[in-house]
């Protein structure tokens, strides 16, 4: 009987706490972090949750420059939530909804704080839709240049490195957490909108505007999404592996792009070959009307560019694809995983088509020799690659030409063979995934079977100007 009571107390135990999760109220939870302690960026991204996918619906009128939007945000909750954080910069929230809830919300910063109706249980899946408007503004970056959202000749075109994806839609924007993504944009009648991954269709809605639907298969860090509208010219091939190519480039700029976008398809079979097997579906280019941008950006699958790019630019952005957009960093203390391998693959391009090798241009760079490289000048020496010293750093000489030497040192310390089977097990070892320095330096002995302590020492970690040895 004594048994019967007790098996019967807890069932009705069990009854009780079943009811109360099916109705939410037995779900305690706490407020999500606002940041994720970047070492760089403190605020960027959010805890509490990861995004699994980002459905945004993007209307945009080039003429009075007006964004209406709606972003839907489908995340897996990683503790109980109270409320949760996305990074949202400027622009107008005219409403917020979790499971299809009214939720109440506010804004301090560039913080937008999410208080759902209910709260979320630690592993729960759910959906965040956020309606917001307004004329969007760049992002000011601590080094002085702009990102978000900018307004460029004819239209307008989104970059996100390292933090101005906030100032378009807001998400958990911090590398470490990648996403899948499909981008709706609609544009008046007679503008091109285009965005990373395949084009999923293109419609007239009949009333003056053409919607264009974007399909990203692989995940993506919220820095390397964009949107570019402009009377793009767009031409569309297959590199000879079969990865298919989409180039929107503005007409002032299509004579000069056109022989440097040409050989897109040799440069993505070139990284097939020396990185191992292209990661995504899609491969392109986004020219914009020359200086709209302060910069080329690698944006995921569809590079953007402020003019026709040069060769070494267009293998750059490209190499970027394997090591950045593949292998993401996991913060933004990693940049040289990014720069530096782009800037090696640079080297490389030129050392594999009868240029400078990699060993000659890195002892002109030891050697201040700015007549072999006109880079090769004070200041890319000025920091080890993996401490920048300041979050207005992180895209500085250093991680990329220093960041690159330290790859040429292995390069010399391991031989060849060695060296490349490095390269292709490292993007295939965190294909579409993050990594860290730390991931780099010991994955890299582990596959050479080697010690490279003095290296990382020296040319990773080290203050002061490595010896010409
Ligand atoms: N990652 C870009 C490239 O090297 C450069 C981005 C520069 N951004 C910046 N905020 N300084 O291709
Ligand atoms: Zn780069």
Redesign the pocket.
């Known amino acids: 009987m004594v048994n019967r009571a007790r098996s019967r107390v807890l069932t009705l135990a069990a009854l009780i706490a079943l009811t109360a999760a099916c109705t939410g109220s037995s779900v305690q939870g706490r407020p999500g972090a606002s940041g994720l302690r970047d070492p760089y960026f403190p605020k960027a991204g959010n805890g509490g949750y990861q995004v699994e996918h980002y459905e945004l619906d993007l209307d945009y009128d080039p003429e009075d420059g007006r964004l209406d939007a709606t972003a839907v945000v489908t995340a897996r909750a990683e503790q109980g939530l109270s409320s949760f954080n996305l990074d949202l910069s400027g622009l107008e929230v005219e409403g917020v909804r979790v499971q299809g809830a009214g939720a109440r919300f506010n804004r301090t910063g560039n913080e937008l704080t999410v208080r759902p109706a209910e709260d979320l249980a630690k592993g729960e899946v759910f959906r965040a839709e956020v309606d917001y408007a307004g004329t969007p503004k760049p992002v000011v970056?601590p080094?002085g240049?702009h990102?978000g959202w900018i307004t460029t000749g004819d239209g307008a075109v989104a970059v996100g490195?390292?933090v101005g994806s906030m100032g378009w839609f807001p998400g958990n924007h911090h590398p470490s957490d990648k996403a899948l993504y499909d981008i709706t944009l609609t544009v008046p009648k007679g503008y091109e909108a285009v965005s990373n991954g395949e084009l999923r269709s293109r419609t007239d809605t009949g009333d003056g505007r053409t919607e264009f639907t974007w399909h990203s298969p692989e995940p993506m860090a919220s820095y390397l999404v964009t949107a570019a509208v402009g009377k793009f010219r767009v031409t569309t091939g297959r590199t000879p592996s079969g990865v298919s190519v989409y180039e929107a480039v503005a007409p002032e700029e299509s004579a000069a792009a056109a022989p440097v976008l040409a050989r897109l398809p040799e440069v993505v079979e070139w990284g097939g070959r020396r990185f191992g097997p292209y990661p995504f579906s899609t491969a392109g280019s986004i020219v914009l009307p020359q200086d709209s941008l302060?910069?080329?950006?690698?944006t995921q699958t569809k590079p953007v560019y402020p003019g026709a790019p040069d060769e070494e630019t267009l293998v750059?952005?490209l190499a970027?694809q394997w090591f950045?957009n593949s292998v993401t960093p996991r913060s933004w203390q990693d940049m040289w995983l990014?720069?530096g391998f782009?800037t090696y693959a640079e080297w490389l391009w030129s050392e594999d088509h009868g240029g400078l090798s990699a060993q000659r241009r890195s002892e002109a760079f030891l050697a201040g020799d700015a007549s072999v490289d006109a880079q090769a000048r004070p200041g890319w020496d000025a920091f080890p690659p993996a401490a920048p010293p300041g979050p207005d750093h992180v895209?500085d000489p250093p991680v990329?030409y220093r960041g690159a030497m330290v790859l040429q040192k292995v390069r010399q310390e391991v031989g060849d063979e060695a060296f490349f089977a490095l390269l292709r097990g490292w993007a295939a070892e965190h294909r579409h995934g993050n990594a860290a320095t730390a991931d780099f330096t010991a994955y890299a002995e582990r596959a050479t079977g080697r010690d490279l302590g003095r290296i990382w020492d020296v040319w990773l970690h080290g203050a002061g100007r490595p010896p010409r040895t």
């Open positions: 970056d080094d240049s990102e490195e390292p302060e910069y080329a950006l690698e750059h952005e970027h950045g990014n720069e782009a895209s990329y």
